[in-house]
């Protein structure tokens, strides 16, 4: 916000001076009383806090990012929410440049209703009953594809690197995403490579690159090609096979025997936060049962409370292709935890992705 004062003399000047003055501090307390929640697309329905809004009207307000290697960029650059929603395996990165607060658990009201897979994940932990992150979703990213356009695919991740669909697949520009699933067709460990494993990943992404229509965290642009049959084939996440079932597109989300990645992402809290209490009953309000059911019957991700998969009958949860446990998905599935090489991996991505 700027100002330009012009010829204002005496008393008048310091009058205006005042009446600004007034004006900022009014504005900087209305802002303050606002939660500031920086979130993935589609995270910020209000159907997923009713409770917080019902005590607060208009008490939140949501800023978008692309995924979460773009929302710490932003924060380490300056950008100051209260509320963040990174995914696991960035949590402990956001803690050593120092941008959290620890959340005491003593005031999450339904902090004994996540399931203890998520509570007890390593890096989580701060000591004294406090956490680095309150788990909310979980899901997996895999292939979806048109039925109809792809006959009866081996079941395996290699779908994204077949010649015949060429320029008619996608895959998400993200580097928990695509540089893993690479990784895993080149036997490498995906989460602790060393230089000549990852010029190993490189060259498999080169190989992938020619074959695709696009990198993109775009999923409604990504649904709606798969729907029209411009694309045959994309990465995705669960949201996007339950929007376009249904839409009665011929979808289906792949269970690649080389395992479909399966990531947990919650709530963190920013170290200089200004609105702590708002931010306490926001994400108890995420931790409502009712918040749980809409995320799993709604997107297809899976809630961290035991408590929302109780109000959503086994038949529903079959046709979601999602248990009722974690446990049970875990067993056969790659679980997306910290890479050690991330920067490295990331520079390396980006370097491909432009032809390198």
């Known amino acids: 916000m ?7 003399t005496g008393h008048k000047a310091r009058a205006g001076l005042a009446a600004l ?12 009383d606002k939660l500031q929640y920086f979130t993935w697309s589609g995270y910020e329905l209000p159907d997923f806090n009713k409770s917080f809004l019902a005590a607060h009207p208009d ?4 800023s978008i990012f692309g995924d979460d ?18 995914c696991y395996d960035k949590v402990a990165r956001w803690n050593k440049e120092g941008l959290l607060q620890p959340i005491d658990t003593k005031r999450i009201k339904n902090w004994d209703s996540i399931f203890p897979v998520f509570k007890n994940l390593p890096d989580l932990q701060a000591g004294d009953g406090k956490v680095w992150m309150v788990p909310w979703d979980w899901g997996n990213t895999s292939i979806l594809y048109r039925t109809d356009l792809v006959k009866n695919p081996e079941a395996s991740w290699n779908l994204l690197w077949d010649k015949q669909y060429a320029g008619r697949m996608a895959t998400i520009d993200a580097v928990h995403d695509t540089p893993i699933v690479a990784a895993l067709l080149a036997g490498v460990n995906p989460f602790d490579m060393t230089p000549e494993q ?5 060259a498999k992404l080169r190989e992938q690159r020619p074959l695709l ?14 729907a029209s049959g ?11 096979a339950t929007s376009l079932k249904k839409q009665g597109v011929p979808v289906e989300f792949m269970k690649p025997k080389e395992g479909m990645l399966t990531w947990a992402c919650g709530f963190v809290m920013l170290k200089d936060a200004k609105n702590v209490d708002l931010a306490y009953d926001f994400i108890n309000s995420r931790l409502d049962a009712d918040s749980g059911k809409y995320l799993i019957q709604s997107y297809g991700y899976g809630s961290s409370l035991s408590t929302a998969f109780a109000g959503v009958s086994k038949e529903e949860l079959d046709k979601l292709q999602l248990p009722a446990d974690p446990d049970v998905m875990l067993k056969s599935t790659i679980f997306t935890g910290p890479m050690k090489q991330n920067d490295d991996v990331a ?10």
């Open 230 to 240: 411009q694309l045959v084939a994309a990465m995705t996440w669960n949201a996007s």
């Open 198 to 202: 990852m010029d190993k990943v490189a």
């Open 21 to 32: 003055a007034l004006a900022l501090s009014s504005t900087v307390a209305l802002a303050a």
């Open 59 to 62: 008490g939140v307000e949501a």
């Open 347 to 356: 520079k390396m991505f980006e370097k491909v992705k432009a032809g390198g």
């Open 69 to 86: 290697d773009d929302a710490f960029t932003k924060v380490k650059a300056g950008f100051r929410p209260d509320i963040a929603h990174p």
């Open 213 to 226: 229509s696009s990198y993109t965290t775009d999923m409604t642009s990504v649904e709606q090609a798969l």
């Open 2 to 8: 700027t100002f330009h004062l012009k010829s204002i």
